[in-house]
């Protein structure tokens, strides 16, 4: 079975654009988590969506945003960006029983000019 | 609240020590517990994890760990360490109903030869 996939890998952008990130979970995952992963604040919960409903929410800006389609895939979009926004973009899915196991993809590594 | 506090950023052993990783967690409902590693350029990998029962739990790459909560501790340890084992660990709690997850700053373990 593939494991979650994150596309692209990395991606350079300079301040004040958009970015959107792509998460495609394990088969037969509903839940789809993001993560922010940066030197100084470490890992920290940007949200969940499952059924393609938002489900929890970190404490980030409204610049951050994400969806969830039919098949499960997740999208996250950050709009004007800003120089401390560059930092490891982690995506978990997990299956709906067992939310609490969750499988991580290999991120998607964003620095801003 | 919950919130994860692991003592040490850098710990460093030689090949073949014991290997202690310390974690302590403040929650204000019944937490699940989870340490992950994390490779460089990688995603996180599940090692083990506490939900109910036994305190004590085994994870892969013989690593394990012991729930204490009078002590509110879940530290990793492992017998032998082996290079192999040099990487990123983080330590991540969990409300039992799960929301969302609130991971340790890290401990970079290196193992010497």
């Known amino acids: 079975k593939a494991g979650v996939t994150q596309t692209p890998r990395y991606l350079i952008k300079t301040r004040g654009q958009q970015v959107t990130l792509s998460c495609s979970p394990i088969?037969?995952?509903?839940?789809v988590s993001w993560y922010q992963q940066t030197p100084g604040q470490g890992l920290q919960f940007l949200f969940e969506y499952f059924s393609e409903t938002q489900r929890n929410k970190g404490n980030f800006p409204g610049r951050f945003s994400g969806r969830q389609f039919s098949n499960s895939r997740s999208e996250m979009n950050v709009s004007t960006l800003e120089l401390g926004d560059s930092a490891l973009y982690l995506c978990?899915?997990?299956?709906?029983?067992?939310?609490?196991?969750?499988?991580f993809g290999p991120g998607t590594r964003l620095t801003v000019l | 609240a919950q919130s994860v506090t692991q003592l040490g950023s850098h710990v460093s052993v030689s090949e073949g020590a014991l290997v202690l990783l310390r974690c302590n967690y403040s929650s204000s409902v019944p937490p699940y517990l989870f340490w992950y590693v994390q490779y460089p350029n990688q995603g996180l990998q599940l090692l083990l994890k506490?939900?109910?029962?036994?305190?004590l739990v085994k994870g892969i790459n013989g690593f394990e760990a012991e729930f204490k909560k009078s002590e509110t501790s879940f530290h990793l340890t492992k017998p032998s360490a082996h290079m192999s084992d040099a990487a990123e660990y983080f330590c991540?709690?969990?409300?039992?109903?799960?929301?969302?997850?609130?991971f340790g700053s890290g401990t970079k373990l290196n193992v010497k030869p």
């Open positions: 088969s037969g995952h509903r839940s």
């Open positions: 978990a899915s997990s299956l709906a029983q067992d939310r609490n196991e969750q499988f």
């Open positions: 506490y939900t109910t029962g036994a305190t």
């Open positions: 991540a709690v969990s409300p039992y109903n799960f929301n969302k997850f609130y």
